[in-house]
């Protein structure tokens, strides 16, 4: 387990948890397998660049920012709640 997949994996349970989904819609969503979502968030893998990316791209579809400033991982979201 590397520190990269450790943050990568805490931002997007963050992202997720911070509108309200489970990782079961996620998953259907992003056409990642469960498994292996649980993986990445968890950290206990290092995700390929494509699952990388459709996190990405799916959570920005919420308008939520997945981002490393100053190397650190953050996670935001616009103020208003729809």
Do not use: W
């Amino acid at each position: 387990m590397t520190v990269r997949s450790q943050l990568d994996g805490r931002a997007f349970a963050a992202a997720r948890a911070l509108l309200g989904l489970t990782q079961g819609e996620v998953s259907a969503a992003t056409t990642l397998s469960p498994q292996t979502l649980c993986r990445i968030e968890k950290g206990a893998s290092d995700p390929k660049v494509s699952s990388i990316h459709k996190l990405l791209e799916y959570y920005a579809t919420f308008d939520v920012q997945i981002s490393r400033p100053n190397g650190r991982i953050s996670v935001s979201a616009p103020t208003q709640r729809f």
